[in-house]
């Protein structure tokens, strides 16, 4: 009789974007944050949602369950917490009792809070809890492509650390170096972040995307006043900056003083001042980074580095160390954050579960030196049907199309032909912060008018704020000081000087978005740069399909590609959030499945965002 295929699931919750992941025999099933079903972004409360669609992905009950893993250790941080309280009282009193209320609650009794959500879950099914960076760790190595590996994990901080050293070795990790709360350099950023005036855990991007508009004229106070870096990457925080172990905020009038004002409030002008202090933390960021990625290499001996933790997202810093530290090759896991956490959970159960015993690639191992990993594009989210769409579409009364393959592929190209900015909602959603061609917004890269159209009138969002370029794998080193695969977009990189436009002289700050800057002026932030995401067939075959359409059309292997999302919403799940968002944006046009809307032939009625029909 055939053995019943084992079953892990992995659980993050509780900080910022909580996540379920599946495992069936090791083979990444499903993943999802419980943000994107929802809809409340960056939903950190237990993932109910995202579980309940891992289930459904696998065609399991919760009874089928051998093992349900948490991606950190509750108690071992709520005794961080105590002790950082003891050490600043009477400091941190405002803050206190509600922190213990919190605690004292679901968050700390874990095991009760798992079943109690997961009624059916077998009693001898066993509840595990692996450290917060162990799980970082695992998510950045196990599904990568390599036997071996360096492994590096920076975030703001699990239980105690805050950055991890370590390696990768067939099924294991051995973690030997950490930083500890508070010399976070997660915390640093986040701490600049607030300070410049967008929100914490959601802003950090916003803080990369503006650092090219300043000068780094803060970099020498930082490292002379704020922290004392060493050439290993280890650092130490100088605390009197920041009100982060006292207070509700991150920074104090000591720190504002320090960078020529009070913070800058939300929505308010972005000063120059305020473009200085983002250029000179990334520049600091980078550098940290750097020295880190050169002691691992040092530490190890490895040719290849693996990483997770929030910082990783920081592709800026990324495209450095895949240039400078050393190191032939680079990979970071996706959803590099705490969503990541509840697949590295999994993963690091399943491979402790596995003894000594080498499981190869088609078991959902490790990978094997090639270009392949274990992530599937990170494509692993719900997917629907034409008939679940067609339901959608006719249930809201909008006009559409439906064409074949080969028709739509045509269709689309001609939409976007015309500087039309097109919705494009395919196959199974994303995993991680990143729209990779299948919840993802497009457009022309070498129009000058669309990075404006797509923030101001689609995204509603900053100005300043960058647009990725998403190119065919083969032709990225024509356009892009780049010659490898960056298929989830956590790469920036130089476009190539021939590409590149003169400058007009006197231009600075955001008055630099008035320059056409490169041939693909959507694509090419201010500094010449850009975020590049690569199309291969294999991991994203519609989307390769369709910009090889682009290409044979206009010349042009490169197109815009951002999340299909408005500012302060998640990423759209289903075709009812995608059509909800279609409609109440200036986008033209929206082709989900086989269908084709165009904006101009809808209902002239306004979809409220909980789905409540509202007249004009």
Known sequence: MKARPRYILGISAYYHDAAAALLCEGRIVAAAQEERFSRKKHDPDFP?????????????????????????????????????????????????????????????????TIRRALPGLRQETPIWFTGHHQSHAASAFYP??????????????????????????????ELWEELRFPHSLGLLYSAFTAYC?????????????????????????????????????????????????????????????????????????????????????????????????????????????????????????????LRESGFERLWVQPAAGDAGGALGAALQAWHECQGDRWLDREAGAGGDGGETDA??????????????????????????????????????????????????????????????????????????RMQSVMNLKVKFRESFRPFAPAVRRQRVSEFFELDCESPYMLLVAPIRP??????????????LLKAERSVLPAVTHVDGSARIQTVDARRFPLFDALLERWERATGCPVLVNTSFNVRGEPIVCTPDDAYRCFVNTEMDTLVIGSFVLERSEQPKRRVERRGTLVPD
């Open 48 to 112: 109910r949602g995202a579980i309940a669609y891992c289930l459904r992905e696998a065609g399991i009950g919760e009874a089928d369950l051998d093992l349900v893993v948490f991606y950190d250790k509750p108690v071992l941080k709520f005794a961080r917490l105590l002790e950082t309280y003891l050490a600043v009282a009477p400091g941190g009193w405002r803050t206190f009792p509600a922190v213990l209320s919190n605690w004292l609650g679901e968050k700390l009794d874990l095991r009760r």
């Open 144 to 173: 990568s492509p390599f036997r071996e590996a360096a492994i590096l994990t920076v975030d703001g901080v699990g239980e105690w650390a805050t950055t991890t050293i370590g390696v990768g070795r067939g099924r294991r990790i």
């Open 197 to 321: 005036g967008f929100r914490i855990n959601s802003g950090e991007y916003k803080l990369m995307g503006l650092a090219p508009y300043g000068q780094p004229r803060f970099v020498e106070v930082i490292l002379r006043e704020l922290m004392d870096l060493k050439a290993d990457g280890s650092f130490r925080l100088n605390l009197e900056y920041f009100d982060f172990l006292r207070g509700t905020t991150m920074t104090n009038e000591r720190f504002h003083r320090l960078f020529g004002g009070p913070p800058r409030t939300p929505e308010g002008p972005i000063e120059p001042r305020h473009m200085d202090v983002a250029r000179s933390v990334q520049a600091v960021t980078e550098e940290v980074m750097l020295r880190l990625a050169r002691r691992v290499r040092e530490r190890t001996g490895q040719r290849c580095l693996c990483m997770a933790g929030g910082v990783a997202l920081n592709c800026v810093a990324n495209g450095r160390i």
């Open 375 to 448: 992530m599937e594009g990170a494509l692993l989210g719900p997917a629907f049907t034409d008939e679940e769409i067609e339901a959608v579409l006719r249930a809201h009364g909008a006009v559409y199309r439906r064409y074949d393959r080969e028709t739509l592929l045509d269709v689309t190209v001609d939409h976007l032909r015309r500087e039309r900015v097109v919705g494009w909602f395919q196959g199974r959603m994303e995993f991680g912060p990143r729209a990779l061609g299948n919840r993802s917004i497009l457009g022309d890269p070498r129009s000058p």
């Open 498 to 511: 021939e590409w590149r436009l003169p400058v007009p002289e006197g231009l600075t700050g955001l008055d």
